[in-house]
């Protein structure tokens, strides 16, 4: 059983900032169909659609990140022809893609195992096109513990239910752990943007991954549930103890594929309410909207910094 210590499941650095693959039978397919994207070796030239992305940006949901290309598009000055951008994946409404110059942003849906299908594919199109050096970063809504709404959580660690720094993975019906770790050195970065942005306020903090928006993450308000009130804030206080300041859904298998392919990996999430008040997310849709441009602003200024244009 492979565990967090165990070099497998460590952090490859691949050579020369290139994409780590660690599947020996992916050389022998000589036509590769991602699906997911409606995109194949055989009919797309992957180095030269791909060849120059530096940064991707996902997150849940198609129209945000289309909004996200939208920005990144005027905050960079690169226009293009009509001020469109095409989705890329038009012959899918699995996921949306979108670039703009080394930007590529694309929608993932909800939950590990809709995320784990788009960077599975993601990331051999990064290796296909030949791109060095990328940073892929999670831009997301979570629910906040002991924050003021509206707050952004930079990921220190991605926990599981129990707090712990792993992501139980079934392969072949047998249980394997896989470290959530995170890129230190950008977390750092991205909270000193944050800074820098003084528009909001940005925490550092471990956010916990769930299977599940409602008894997953403690809810009173589902269909069903087996607890009561006070367990469900005995629960959460002891999250809050164990350094968690945030829930969300995708982030451990996030950080468990960027660590086995040697990309590095962020995840800058908003809240959209303090769970330790409440369940129900009740504010004006106008409010959730300014939220939600938050960890797009914050990157926005990372990439422009990263890019020498700040
Ligand atoms: C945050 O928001 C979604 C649930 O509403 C889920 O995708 C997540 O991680
Ligand atoms: N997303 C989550 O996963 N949980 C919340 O409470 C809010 C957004």
Known sequence: MATPGDPSA???KAEGGAIHIPNPHLEEIKEDVLYHFALST????FPALFGDVKFVCVGGSPSRMKNFISFIAEDLGISTPGGEHPNICAGTDRYAMYKVGPVLSVSHGMGIPSIAIMLHELIKLLHYAKCTNVIVVRIGTSGGLGLEPGSVVITQQSVDA???PQLEQVILGKSIFRSTALDKELAEELLECGKELNQFSTVAGNTMCTLDFYEGQARLDGAI???SEEEKLQYLKSAYEAGVRNIEMESSVFAAMCNL???RGAVVCVTLLNRLDGDQITTPHEVLKEYQTRP???V???????????
């Open 261 to 263: 392919c040697g990309l």
């Open 10 to 12: 460590k952090k490859k």
């Open 296 to 298: 797009q602003k914050l």
């Open 162 to 164: 129990a707090f712990k």
């Open 300 to 310: 926005g200024h990372f990439i422009k910094k990263r890019l020498g244009k700040q």
């Open 225 to 227: 549930c087996s607890y």
């Open 42 to 45: 055989a009919t797309h030239d």
